[in-house]
């Protein structure tokens, strides 16, 4: 299994950077974790869309979902469109969304009709070939699942979406092979608090702490902004992990 960042901005893209998007593949199937804005001209430039087998949301905010517009127009007017779309997997109230969004300048149902569009029971995992995808629900503004990806050697990726400190994250990624956070937060921005507080974010002290209390074999950190001061986070990260942290850059990838 093999995970290449497409992009991993947070909600406002990285110069030349792209928002969330993650690549998973594994023999000849292809999954695609969030696709955020700036993701569908990047995941172009080194793969082609048509090969995707289907598009997983973690949850319903813009630097997640907005290039599923231009994937859509895509897969709606450009050459193949005989060839059979990818699946796209929303979490609950997904469609709904989709379609307000889409409706603000014209049909609703651009995005669902060019996919092949469903909410997933967050309970229940999917299979997509060889590799399964199971969800835990972590904290944030809006509902949002962290995923859990295993693959054909029972290796297992995990990945927080956007979350706040959580235990029952904790839980989800135990003894994860890799495990990817958010560190939004810069240590003492105002925002970030305890768990009580519910910050909806981790700075990346918080995103250390949590993988060693999850056992994580090895961390790596997303979705920081390029205009904060990545290597200091990374150290901080590092220091409360208690083990090698790297950072999720554009294009980097990992082998399970
Ligand atoms: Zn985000
Ligand atoms: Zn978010």
Redesign the pocket.
């Known amino acids: 299994m093999e995970i290449t960042v497409i992009g991993s901005s947070?909600?406002w893209q990285d110069a030349d950077g792209a928002?969330?998007g993650y690549l998973i593949e594994e023999h000849d199937t292809a999954v695609l974790l969030d696709c955020?804005n700036g993701v569908f001209g990047k995941l172009r430039g080194r793969f082609d869309h048509h090969q995707i087998d289907a598009v997983v949301i973690s949850?319903m905010?813009a630097?997640?979902i907005l290039d599923l517009v231009p994937f859509a127009y895509a897969l709606t007017y450009g050459p193949n469109r005989e060839s059979k779309p990818p699946l796209l997997a929303l979490p609950p109230g997904g469609l709904a969304a989709l379609r307000s969004l889409c409706g603000v300048w014209g049909p609703e149902g651009l995005v669902e009709e060019a996919f092949r569009a469903s909410e997933y029971d967050p309970e229940k995992p999917l299979e997509f070939g060889s590799m399964t995808i199971t969800f835990g629900e972590v904290p944030h503004f809006v509902p949002a699942h962290a995923m859990s990806i295993v693959g054909q050697s029972g290796a297992r990726f995990v990945y927080g979406a956007?979350c706040g400190p959580s235990a029952s994250l904790v839980r989800f990624a135990e003894n994860s092979d890799l495990l990817m956070l958010?560190a939004?937060f810069a240590e003492g921005d105002p925002s970030a608090g305890a768990e009580s507080d519910s910050p909806g974010h981790l700075t990346g002290k918080q995103a250390g702490e949590l993988a060693a209390a999850a056992g994580a074999k090895r961390l790596l950190l997303t979705?920081i902004s390029d205009e904060r001061d990545v290597e200091q986070t990374r150290n901080i990260a590092e220091q409360a992990f208690g083990g090698p942290v790297e950072v999720a850059g554009q294009g980097s990838s990992w082998k399970l």
């Open positions: 947070p909600s928002c969330s955020g949850h905010h630097d997640h956007d958010e939004t979705h």
